[in-house]
C-alpha cells in the first residue's frame, strides 16, 4: 500500500497563505509581500468581470440550445483572468488554454469570434496578431513552448531591458493545474529559466482537471514547481482580482526589465463541470463547490465598491445594460457565424496548394456540386 | 451469459469488467477513468468494483501513462491505458513507438510487454479540434505493435478481452461514433483476434473498411444491392497484423477492391492495402484498387465534416468507377 | 560561387551559412549544433561566425526545441532545428503533428511558419539503435508539412536554401550514410523544391528511390545496364507534396515501376507510391510495383545492417521479377 | 539581450556544498547531514572502482582497435556508480542509462554483455530480470517513466513497508544532467511525487550532455529540481564513494519503507569525452578537465587505505592481477560474440511471427543462402 505523502499545510496563517487584498467580505487589506499598483480602475475590473460572467453564463445558454456544440465555463476564474488581463501592455503577446474567454475580452477580441470553435464553425476564430492574443490550444501544455518561443524572439529583437515602456514586451501564458504534470510544460520551464526569459506562467489552479481533483498531479502547491526550475513562484488568491492584477503587473514588470520568468498560481475554482458535455456530479460532492461559491470574486469586489461609495446604483444598472447588449450580440452572432464552404478545408494547409490537393479540391467540389453528401442520397 | 442490445460502450465496459476478474495482474489506467468513467463512460463502475490501486486515475500526460504502464508490465502486470482522444496520442509517441514496440525485440524475447493502449478515434460526433484523428497508420508502420479495430459491441467485448490477454502491445482503436450503437452480444467463443471477416458476402466488388468506416460501407453496399451490384464487405479487424488471407480470397474472385478510411488519403491505410493487392492479385484485378478516405487536409470544423468524411455517396461513386474499367 | 568536390556536409553547411547572411530572421537552433558544430559538424563554426544568439545550442528535449521554434516563427523568426538523429524525432511528435503543421490551417492562413526540422536519418553507418531509424512515412502522412530529402551534395545546398526560404514547415531529411559522399556544387539556379529528377533515363523499368537509396538505385541500375536492361532511376527529393507527374510520365513510358527505401515495408513511402501508380497507370502496367525495402522488423544491430537494408541485389532480383511478369 | 540569472552560490562554506565524507586529499571526515553506514566495506570498494576503471579503458582499447563500434567512457564516475549500487539489496531494480557500466558490473552481470550492444551484435544484451538490471536505454529520459510504472507494481505487489529487509523493495533509476530537461523525466518526477513511490532517481550531474554544459539546461543544481515536485533532493560529491554510498542507501531504505522518492545529484566529471566518437577538445579547456582529474574518486580511496593502513600493498596487487585477468576476457569475449544470424532481426519482433513476416523472413533467408549480400554481386 502506498504510503500517504506529508499533506502540505494548510493555509493556518495569514503569511503561509495566498496573496490577497481584498477578503471575501469585501475588505481592503495590505499584503506584506506584495504591493498594490499605484493606480487601480476597480469600477472597470469590476465591468470587465460581470462582463465576462455574462458572456460565459450565455454561451451556456447558447450550448443548451444546440447553437454550440461544447463550451468550457470560466464561472469562478474571472477574477483570475481579468486580473491578469488588466496587468497587461498594449505590445506584449498572450498564450490562451481554452478557457480564457475573460482575457480574449480584456484583450478586445469581439466575443463573437470565441464562439466559433465551440460551434463547429472553425478552427481558429480571430488573427492572433490583432490583439496580441494567440489562438486557443487544447492540446495541454503545448502553448507553453510557444510563449517560451515567443520570448525568445522578443530576447533577439532586443524588446525588453530597454526601459521604454512603449518597446519592453512580455508573455504571459496561461495553463491550468492538470498541465504542470505534461513533460511539455515543464520543459518550457527548462528553457524559461536557463535563458531567463521574458514570460510569465499564469496557472489557475481550479482545484479540478476534469475529474482529477489537485493531489493527483501533486502533492505540493503549484506555485512550488517554480522552485525547481530556479525561478520565482507566488501564489494568489485567484478570487481576488487585485491580488491577481498585482501579482501579474510585478511578474510582467520583471519579465520586460530582463529579469526572467515566473510562475503565478491563481488558486480559484472551477464552478462548473469542465465542459458542458462533463458531469461534474459524478466526482465531486456540491457542498465543496457551494463553499468556494461563497468566495466569489465578483461579489467580493461589488461588496467593496458598495461598500466604499466608488459607484452608485447606476453603476450597476449599466453593467447591466451592457451586459443585455452583449447576450444579444452573442446571439445574434452566433446563429450568423458563417458555415466555411467546401473548400475551406484545402485552403491554408499550405501557403500555396500543392497540385495533388488541387486534385482532391476539385474532386470534393464536383462531389458537393452535384448534391450529394455523406449519407445515401440515391 | 448473454447481453441483448447493449451499446458498444456497454461492450468494452463488460469485456474490460471480465478481463479483470479473471487476472488479478490486470489493471487499467489513464486520465479521468477513475471516479469519471472516463469521458466516454468506458470504464464506468470499475473503480468502485476494483479499487483504485487497479482502476488508476493519472496524472496529466501521456508519455506518463504509456511509460509507467511499461514499467509496470516489466513487474508482471497488464495494464491497458485510456489516452483520452486519439489527437492527445502524440505526447506519448516516443514510449510507444521507440520502447514499447521495441523492448521485447531488443531484449531477445526476455521482455514481454502485454500493455494495451485503448484510444477512442476517428470523427463524426460533432467534436472540437484534435478529438477526431485517425492515428493508425503510425502504428501500424511500427513493427512490434498489434493494431486492431472494433465496429460492433460483440466484436468490442471479444477482442478487448483478447486484447488484453495478448502477450503483445496492443493499440486498441475504439471508433467513437459508433460507441452507441447497440447489439447483441455473446459469450460464444471469438474468431482470432488477428482475423478480418467478410461482414457481407458478394459477388462485384470487394469493398474493405474497418472501425468507423464498416456501417458506412455496409450502407453502401445496401444500396448498391438495389441497384443490382453484388458489394462484399470486409470488417479488417486487426490492422496490424494484417489478414491478407481473408482479403486476398476476396478480391481474387471479385477482381475490384476498394477501401473506405477516415485518415487522410496520402499514406492512409488503404495505401498499404492498394500496394499488396496491386501485387498479390495482379492477374486477376479487373480495375485498379480505389481509395475512399478523409482528405489530405487536417481534420475540418465539425459543421463541415460530415462531407469531408467518406460517405456512401462517395463510396457509391467509387464503386461506379471501379464497375466502369 | 564553385565549390568542387565537397562533401554533403559542407554543401549543407554552406547553404545555411548562405541562410543565415541572406537573412537576418533565419536563426539555427538544436542539441550542440553551437560549440560542437553538431555531431555530424553540419554547423561547424556558424556559431562562431554569427553568435550564440543565431546559432542556439538548446537544452536536451525535443518538443523544447520544435515547440520553441513554433514561438520563434510567430514572433517573425525564421527557425532551422537540428534534431540529433531519427531516432529523436519522436518527443517532438506533438508539437511536430499537432501544432506545427496545423496552426497555419487552423488561424486560416494568419500563421505563417516557416520553421525547418533538419534530421539526420537512416541507416548504414553502423551505428547503434536509435541511430538508424526511416520516420518520414509520419510526416508525409500529416497534411501541413512539407518533408524534402537530398542525395547529393549539390541537392544539399540548394534544398536546404529552399526549404530555409519556403514559408511552409518542411523536414528536412539529411541521408546521413551519404554525408561524406562528395560532388561539385554550384550557384546555378536549382529546380523547384517539390520537382522530383530523372537521375538516370531508362526505358526498360522505373527505379524510384529517394535521400539513402539514390546511390543505390544507381548502382543497380549501372549492373542491370551490364545485364542489357534499361533502368531509368527517379530521384524523388521531395516526398511532400509528391511529385506524381514526373513519376507518372515516367512510369507511362517504362511499363514497370519499382521502388527503394530504408523503411520498413507495411506503409513505408513506396505504399503510396504504389497504390497510386496502380490507379493512375493501370492500364499501362506490365508488372505489379514492387517494394523494396527494409523489413517488417526493428531496425537490426549494425553486424547485420547491411543484409537487412534494400541493396543493390535486392533491387535486381525485383528487377528480375518485375520483368518476369 | 538576455540579462544573466544569479549565478548559484558556489558551495564556498562546507555545509552549503554537497555532502563529502571523503576528501580528496583521502583525509575521512563527517557530514552533520548524513551518517556513514554501519558496515563499510572499503576494500571492496576500492576494488569494484579499478576494475570498473579497468572494464572502461578495455573497452575503449577495443573501440581504437575496431572491435566496438563506440564507447561511453564512464571515467571520473565510478565513485557515483560503485557507490550507489553497493546500497542496492538483491530484490532491488535497476534501470540504467548507457553509462553504468559501473553499476551493472556490481549487479553481477558478466561485462562482455556490456559490449554487444556497442559492437553491433545485439540490441540489448543480457536478461534484465537475472540480475534485476534493466537494458541500457539510449533516449534521454524514458526509463524514468519506467521505473516508475515499476515502482507502482511494487506498490501493488505490497513489496514495501513491510520492515522485511529481504521482501522490501525499491528502484534505482539512473540519468544524467541532461536528461532533466527531457519532459519524459519531469513527468516521472510528477507521478513518484504525487504516489509517493518506491524510486530512487540517481543523477550524475558530470557538467556536460554532450558539447552542453550544464548551465544550458539549468541555472539551480540538479537535486533543486525535486523541491518542485515536493520531494527530497541530494546533493552529493559525485567522486566521494562513501557519499554516493551513503545518500543511496538513505534513499533507497526510505524509498523500501514507503516513504517515497529522492532525487540524488552526484556532482561528478565527465573525463573523457561522451563517447569515442565525440571530440570533447571543441568544446572544453583541458584545464578544467585536468582540475577534476586531480579529484579523482579512486585515488582519494586509495590514499586513506594506505595511510589507515586497512590493506597492504598486496591488496592493490591482488586488483591488479584481477584487471589483468578482466581485460583478457574482455578482449576475448569481445571478438566471440557471436554475429546474429539472419533470422534474428525478424524473431521477437513478436511473441508469435505473423505469417506475413513469416514470408518476409522466407525471403530473406533465401536471399541471404544465395550468397548474395548488399552490395552488388553479379
Ligand atoms: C495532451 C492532452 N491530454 C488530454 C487532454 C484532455 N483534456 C482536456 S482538458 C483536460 C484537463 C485539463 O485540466 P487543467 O490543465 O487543470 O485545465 P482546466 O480544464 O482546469 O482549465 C484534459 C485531460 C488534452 N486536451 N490534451
Ligand atoms: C531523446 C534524445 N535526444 C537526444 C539524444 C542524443 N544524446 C545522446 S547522449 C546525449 C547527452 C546526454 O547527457 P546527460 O543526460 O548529461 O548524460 P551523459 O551522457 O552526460 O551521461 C544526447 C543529447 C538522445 N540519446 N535521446
Ligand atoms: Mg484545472
Ligand atoms: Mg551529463
Keep these: 500500500m502506498p504510503r500517504k505523502p506529508p499533506t502540505p499545510t494548510a493555509d493556518a496563517r495569514r503569511s503561509d497563505g495566498p496573496i490577497q487584498f481584498l477578503t471575501p467580505e469585501g475588505a481592503l487589506e495590505s499584503d506584506s509581500r506584495l504591493g498594490l499598483p499605484a493606480r487601480l480602475d476597480l469600477p472597470a475590473l469590476y465591468r470587465d468581470m460581470a462582463l465576462v460572467r455574462r458572456l460565459d453564463t450565455e454561451a451556456i445558454a447558447l450550448q443548451r440550445q444546440g447553437e454550440l456544440g461544447l463550451w468550457p ?47 463547429g464553425t472553425t478552427l481558429g476564430g480571430w488573427n492572433p496578431y490583432e490583439n496580441r492574443f494567440q489562438l486557443y490550444t487544447l492540446v495541454i501544455g503545448a502553448q507553453t513552448l510557444h510563449a517560451v518561443g515567443y520570448a525568445m524572439g522578443l530576447v533577439r529583437d532586443d524588446a525588453i531591458g530597454s ?92 519579465a520586460r526589465s530582463g529579469g526572467g520568468p515566473t510562475l503565478i498560481e491563481a488558486v480559484t475554482y472551477r464552478v462548473n463541470a469542465h465542459t458542458t458535455a462533463d458531469d461534474a456530479g459524478r466526482y465531486r460532492p456540491a457542498s465543496v463547490t457551494d463553499e468556494w461559491i461563497a468566495k466569489d470574486p465578483l461579489e467580493r469586489l461589488r461588496r467593496h465598491l458598495t461598500a466604499s461609495g466608488a459607484v452608485d446604483e447606476e453603476f450597476f444598472a449599466g453593467i447591466e445594460r451592457r451586459e443585455h447588449e452583449l447576450a444579444d450580440h452573442l446571439r445574434t452572432g452566433c446563429r450568423s457565424l458563417p458555415v466555411p464552404g467546401p473548400a475551406s478545408s484545402f485552403e491554408h494547409t499550405y501557403t500555396t496548394m500543392p497540385a495533388e490537393l488541387g486534385h482532391q479540391l476539385a474532386g470534393h467540389l464536383e462531389f458537393v456540386a452535384s448534391g450529394q453528401e455523406n449519407g445515401a442520397t440515391r | 451469459m448473454s447481453m441483448p442490445g447493449i451499446s458498444m460502450v456497454k461492450a468494452l465496459n463488460n469485456g474490460l469488467r471480465r478481463a479483470l476478474q479473471d487476472d488479478p495482474k490486470v489493471l487499467l489506467m489513464g486520465e479521468d477513468i477513475g471516479r469519471l ?38 513487474r508482471g502486470y497488464r495494464p491497458v491505458c485510456e489516452l483520452q482522444f486519439d489527437g492527445f496520442v502524440y505526447p506519448a509517441a516516443n514510449q510507444i513507438i521507440s520502447q514499447l514496440a521495441k523492448l521485447r525485440h531488443r531484449s531477445g524475447g526476455a521482455i514481454t510487454l502485454p500493455v494495451v493502449i485503448r484510444i477512442p478515434y476517428g470523427g463524426g460526433i460533432g467534436s472540437i479540434e484534435h478529438h477526431s484523428e485517425s492515428p493508425e497508420v503510425h502504428f501500424a508502420h511500427t513493427a512490434g505493435l498489434k493494431v486492431v479495430t472494433c465496429s460492433s459491441p460483440q466484436d468490442a467485448y471479444d477482442m478487448i478481452r483478447q486484447a488484453v490477454a495478448a502477450d503483445d502491445p496492443v493499440i486498441f482503436l475504439e471508433p467513437k461514433r459508433h460507441y452507441w450503437s447497440k447489439g447483441d452480444v455473446t459469450d460464444e467463443p471469438p474468431a482470432p483476434l488477428e482475423r478480418a471477416r467478410v461482414t457481407r458476402p458478394g459477388t462485384d466488388a470487394t469493398l474493405i473498411a474497418y472501425g468507423p468506416t464498416v456501417p458506412v460501407a455496409l450502407a453502401a453496399a445496401d444500396v448498391a444491392a438495389g441497384e443490382g451490384r453484388s458489394v462484399e464487405v470486409v470488417d479488417l479487424r486487426s490492422l496490424s497484423p494484417l489478414d491478407m488471407d481473408t482479403v486476398r480470397e476476396s478480391v481474387h474472385r471479385t477482381g475490384r477492391a476498394l477501401v473506405a478510411h477516415e485518415a487522410s488519403l496520402s499514406h492512409g491505410f488503404g495505401a498499404e492495402l492498394a500496394a499488396r493487392i496491386q501485387q498479390e492479385e495482379f492477374h486477376f484485378l479487373e480495375a485498379p484498387v480505389l481509395r475512399i478516405t478523409g482528405y489530405d487536409t487536417p481534420y475540418p470544423p465539425s459543421r463541415i465534416e460530415s462531407d469531408w468524411l467518406p460517405g456512401v455517396d462517395r463510396i457509391l461513386d467509387a464503386l461506379d468507377r471501379s464497375m466502369s474499367y
Tied chains: 1, 4.
Aim: hydrophobic content about 45%; some cysteine.
Design chain 1, 73 to 119: 465555463s470560466l464561472r469562478g476564474q474571472e477574477a483570475a483572468q481579468v486580473g491578469a488581463a488588466h496587468a497587461l501592455s498594449a505590445q506584449d503577446m498572450v498564450f490562451p488554454t481554452y478557457r480564457e474567454h475573460g482575457v480574449a475580452w480584456c484583450r478586445g477580441l469581439d466575443p463573437v469570434s470565441l464562439l466559433g470553435l465551440f460551434r
Design chain 2, 37 to 74: 468513467g472516463g469521458v466516454f463512460r468506458v470504464t464506468d463502475g470499475l473503480r468502485k468494483e476494483f479499487g483504485s490501486l487497479r482502476v488508476v486515475d493519472t496524472p496529466l500526460g501521456e508519455a506518463g501513462i504509456v511509460g509507467a504502464a511499461i514499467g509496470l508490465a516489466l
Design chain 1, 163 to 254: 526601459g521604454d515602456d512603449s518597446r519592453d514586451t512580455a508573455v504571459l501564458v496561461f495553463l491550468g493545474d492538470g498541465a504542470l504534470s505534461e513533460g511539455e510544460t515543464n520543459e518550457a520551464f527548462v528553457w524559461a529559466a536557463a535563458q531567463n526569459l521574458p514570460v510569465v506562467f499564469f496557472c489557475q489552479n481550479n482545484q479540478w482537471a476534469i475529474s482529477a481533483p489537485y493531489s493527483v498531479q501533486s502533492r505540493v502547491p503549484v506555485a512550488q514547481r517554480a522552485s525547481g526550475f530556479g525561478f520565482p513562484g507566488v501564489r494568489v488568491d485567484g478570487n481576488d482580482v487585485l491580488a491577481c492584477l498585482a501579482a501579474t503587473g510585478d511578474a510582467l514588470a520583471r
